[in-house]
């Protein structure tokens, strides 16, 4: 991924108020609370955009996706759990009370609440993806925390969850190396919004994501892909999770 060399790199985690995006840039982190996707993309025509939320889905069986799987065993035996799989692509599109019993009938799985609740947002993304050009849909990447996270971590999944203190403590700790400021930057942005509206690992998320983009769009980092061959949908939406060698 070959990118100009000052462009920044952006973040964007689904919050409860809506899309919380950081742009990083070394020096600082711009943090956006955005309520639709229109406005996480504005102003940052061509970076590519690293974010946690599932890109494709499948149409039917057990198997699932590919990168859900191999971001799995990344993380075990710690945090292979964090990844959940997606639904199929009619149980996003179907109503919130047979969802569940639609992707059971394709899959063979039910949904779990998790997914009930942000199924959503996954269909706010795709319905934006599918509206875009080819071009622009290449450049968001699908990029899970805990994935990106171990690879900073030497490819050793964190022991501590990420809702803990020592949890935040440990991921905070990883990425200071990127951005010597982030413990000042942390203190200050966490008073930016409430609680009902971002929480503060949706913080820690989005900034992680936003450094590893960083990293790969200057050259600084190996872009590591799960699996490393893309998969794609039935749409032609990009099956696959990304991080960087820290």
């Known amino acids: ?105 394709l899959t063979g799985k039910k949904l779990s609440q998790q997914s009930l609740n942000i199924v959503p947002k996954m269909r706010a993304l795709d319905e934006f993806l599918q509206a875009q050009t080819q071009a622009e849909q290449q450049r968001w990447y699908e990029a899970h925390p805990e994935v990106v996270f171990a690879a900073f971590n030497q490819a050793q999944p964190l022991f501590h969850k990420k809702k803990t203190r020592d949890g935040e403590a440990q991921r905070l700790a990883l990425l200071q190396p990127y951005f010597p400021k982030i413990m000042d930057w942390y203190a200050t942005v966490r008073n930016q919004y409430t609680r009902k509206e971002v929480l503060p690992d949706d913080i820690i998320d989005a900034l992680g994501l936003a450094i590893a983009a960083f990293l790969a769009n200057q050259e600084r980092a190996e872009m590591i892909s799960f699996p490393p061959n893309a998969e794609y949908d039935e749409t032609g939406l990009r099956m696959q999770i990304v991080a960087v060698k820290g």
């Open 1 to 105: 991924m070959k990118q100009q060399r000052k462009q920044p790199g952006i973040g964007v985690d689904g919050c409860r108020a809506g899309w919380l995006r950081v742009v990083f840039d070394e020096q600082t982190a711009a943090m956006t609370l955005c309520q639709g996707l229109e406005e996480v993309a504005l102003q940052t025509a061509e970076v590519p955009i690293f974010i946690d939320m599932p890109i494709g889905f499948v149409t039917a069986g057990a198997t699932g996706r590919a990168c859900d799987q191999a971001a799995r065993r990344y993380l075990s035996p710690l945090r292979h759990s964090s990844v959940f799989t997606p639904p199929c692509r009619a149980a996003v599109y179907a109503e919130k009370e047979v969802a569940s019993a639609l992707n059971f009938r």
